[in-house]
């Protein structure tokens, strides 16, 4: 049966539709002057389809096939290229031709012939480290890409030493030292409790294990870390065997489940994880965690329940207090809940964080768009100690994707450099990737580059000079 994605009742229509190709655009049309100090890649990751999902899929924008975009900058000129990540899972299907992978993380709802094929649709996150390109899913290990053509390596288990079956989209690298923070959880399989964390070092070898047992199913989409602790949240967006085979994709909101957060001493055992206990809250991603004396605090965007709006919050752990609790503040009420910031302070004390973002008294979304694309759509930088805010509003019927830090060659002042953010743009049917001053928001765009088609609503992206990258052997490919 030909491809058909008419009527699916969940399924994006408009501008979030499938795209279905990979594409290359040499010098890429750009409005304005990309500073030539801007020379490396910018890396974005999509779920696209290339098959249509089962009818209960709801979980639309995190189950497709993973797809990398990059946009690789030098001397004012951009060249993209976007591909789709050649998984043994969609490869399978393009070779049935028809969707054979059920509802999201739940293998109940496969094809009995992929049993033994891996789930990831490596769609989630991108992060070079250890000489290797390693695009996420949290469900699976990571797959590798080459940097600059982003042909398909496979899949990675970091020389068999990472013995865990799943590797979280959200690893973090420690600044200090060059070392990868990564975890697992479900870290057995599917509905076990056991959290795995590793480091890595810069070499991509594994030198550090832990092994936790989470204190309830829940989700465990990202962490935190300080120079001296790992923080492990727990939110409770949580999961059964009944609901799996049931036929459900693996997450239920539950309310009445707290927040566990775990903080582990990155010196000490897995015996030494301290968990503290607060009221349920909807978040999936964490700003950056300090080390402030006896305390340790964290800053992320958060709901109280699953459907209020996103604060950006601190909560504070007191590590000498006896009391299992912690404190709540709200640091700002801007709702952007993709926060990021400038990696080389990720750990240590920082103050700004860059935000895709919006007023909070606009229009509605654009049909098929996703929650975040009404009103006035602004790239913001917030100061966490302040509170304040400097935006630079983009114009027009458009929404933001997440925004990218990407720090100015040869500075080391926190925040000096630019913000990378996709644009989707309702009007013209395609994208664009913007880029603002980091320092200087109010001066609006420097530079817009124009794809001439659209780029769905993406995950999650990463900058990376070319210093740190292989040297370039594609030029004119
Ligand atoms: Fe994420």
């Known amino acids: 049966m030909a491809v058909d994605f008419r009527g699916h009742p969940m399924f994006p229509q408009g501008f979030n539709s499938p795209t279905r190709f990979d594409a290359d655009v040499y010098d890429c049309e750009v409005w304005g002057q990309i500073p030539?100090?801007?020379?490396?890649?910018?890396?974005?990751?999509?779920?696209?389809?290339?098959?249509?999902?089962?009818?209960?899929?709801?979980?639309?924008?995190?189950?497709?096939?993973?797809?990398?975009?990059?946009f690789r900058f030098a001397n004012g000129s951009v060249d993209y290229k976007g591909r789709y990540v050649r998984t043994a899972r969609l490869m399978a299907e393009r070779k049935a031709r028809r969707r054979l992978f059920g509802v999201y993380r739940n293998p109940f709802t496969d094809d009995p012939s992929v049993a033994h094929i891996n789930r990831s649709a490596a769609n989630t996150h991108i992060y070079w480290h250890g000489g290797k390109m390693l695009v996420l899913k949290e469900d699976s290990l990571p797959y590798t890409v080459d940097p600059h053509t982003l042909e398909t390596q496979g899949d990675w288990n970091f020389h068999g030493k990472y013995t865990a079956q799943t590797m979280s989209a959200h690893p973090k690298?420690?600044?200090?030292?060059?070392?990868?923070?990564?975890?697992?959880?479900?870290?057995?399989?599917?509905?076990?409790?056991?959290?795995?964390?590793?480091?890595?070092?810069?070499?991509?070898?594994?030198?550090?294990?832990?092994?936790?047992?989470?204190?309830?199913?829940?989700?465990?989409?990202?962490?935190?870390?300080?120079?001296?602790?790992?923080?492990?949240?727990?939110?409770?967006?949580?999961?059964?065997?009944?609901?799996?085979?049931s036929g459900q994709p693996m997450w239920e909101w539950d309310g009445s489940l707290p927040t566990m957060v775990g903080i582990l001493p990155r010196d000490g055992e897995a015996k030494d994880v301290r968990w503290f206990k607060g009221p349920s809250r909807n978040t999936l991603h964490f700003l950056n965690a300090t080390d402030r004396g006896s305390t340790v605090t964290m800053e992320l965007p958060t709901s109280s329940g699953e459907r209020d709006p996103s604060q950006i919050r601190r909560w504070t752990f007191d590590l000498n207090s006896k009391s299992d609790g912690f404190q709540e503040d709200v640091v700002s009420t801007t709702p952007g809940?993709?926060?990021?910031?400038?990696?080389?302070?990720?750990?240590?004390?920082?103050?700004?964080?860059?935000?895709?973002?919006?007023?909070?008294?606009?229009?509605?979304?654009?049909?098929?768009?996703?929650?975040?694309?009404?009103?006035?759509?602004?790239?913001?930088?917030?100061?966490?100690?302040?509170?304040?805010?400097?935006?630079?509003?983009?114009?027009?019927?458009?929404a933001l994707q997440e925004s990218c830090f990407v720090p100015r060659a040869n500075s080391r002042e926190e925040g000096d450099g630019y913000v990378m953010t996709v644009?989707?743009?309702?009007?013209?049917?395609?994208?664009?990737?913007?880029?603002?001053?980091?320092?200087?928001?109010?001066?609006?765009?420097?530079?817009?580059?124009?794809l001439p088609f659209r780029l769905r609503s993406g995950t999650h992206t990463n900058w990376y000079p070319q210093s740190v990258l292989p040297p370039i052997k594609d030029e004119l490919s």
């Open 423 to 450: 644009v989707s743009n309702f009007d013209s049917m395609s994208s664009d990737l913007i880029i603002t001053d980091a320092q200087h928001l109010d001066d609006g765009v420097i530079a817009t580059v124009k």
């Open 173 to 245: 690298i420690d600044p200090v030292t060059g070392e990868m923070i990564a975890y697992g959880y479900q870290a057995k399989g599917i509905l076990t409790k056991d959290i795995a964390v590793y480091i890595i070092d810069p070499q991509g070898r594994v030198t550090k294990e832990w092994w936790l047992t989470s204190p309830y199913l829940g989700i465990i989409h990202d962490i935190a870390i300080t120079q001296k602790h790992i923080i492990i949240p727990v939110i409770a967006r949580t999961t059964s065997l009944a609901r799996l085979k």
């Open 36 to 70: 030539t100090d801007i020379h490396g890649t910018f890396y974005r990751m999509q779920c696209d389809f290339d098959y249509r999902p089962p009818p209960n899929e709801w979980m639309t924008g995190f189950n497709g096939d993973g797809h990398v975009s990059r």
């Open 337 to 398: 809940f993709l926060p990021r910031m400038d990696d080389r302070h990720l750990s240590l004390d920082y103050r700004y964080a860059f935000i895709s973002s919006r007023d909070n008294q606009g229009a509605p979304p654009a049909p098929g768009a996703g929650p975040m694309s009404g009103g006035t759509q602004v790239v913001q930088r917030l100061d966490v100690r302040t509170g304040k805010i400097d935006e630079c509003p983009i114009a027009g019927k458009v």
